[in-house]
């Protein structure tokens, strides 16, 4: 699977991006699609998971309520709507896949099996 990351770019506090993360290949929705994000300086931190079918999600409570994770099987896409930025969600945005069937609470980077590019989210104050 090669996964593609789009949609980062500048906005003002408060503003709203929509991330997108377009996979090749035809088992798109045998995978579980997730959000990272790197801030400068520091370590990938995870940001959201969505399940298979999109039924379940799993947000890191410093998104949670402003971003929202979905997905499109038969566009081979998942999103990332992320709403009320702050300066702090300042990174660049990685979307990752996993055939990991374990707890979605459990979804670390260590658990993705494929990489996006990553596109970067700059928000200003």
């Known amino acids: 699977v090669q996964l593609q990351a789009s949609g980062g770019g500048l906005v003002q506090a408060g503003g709203s991006l929509r991330l997108s993360c377009a996979a090749s290949?035809?088992?798109?929705?045998?995978?579980?699609m997730a959000w990272f994000r790197q801030a400068p300086g520091k370590e990938r931190e995870f940001v959201v998971v969505?399940?298979?079918?999109?039924?379940?999600?799993y947000y890191a409570d410093l998104v949670k309520g402003r971003f929202t994770i979905s997905r499109d099987n038969a566009k081979n896409t998942a999103y990332l709507q992320m709403n009320s930025l702050k300066p702090e969600d300042t990174a660049v945005y990685y979307c990752?896949?996993?055939?990991?069937?374990?707890?979605?609470?459990?979804?670390?980077?260590?658990?993705?099996?494929?990489w996006g590019q990553g596109t970067l989210v700059t928000v200003s104050s």
């Open positions: 990752a896949a996993t055939s990991s069937m374990a707890t979605l609470t459990t979804m670390t980077s260590a658990r993705m099996n494929y």
């Open positions: 290949g035809r088992t798109f929705s045998s995978y579980r």
């Open positions: 969505i399940s298979r079918g999109g039924g379940s999600t």
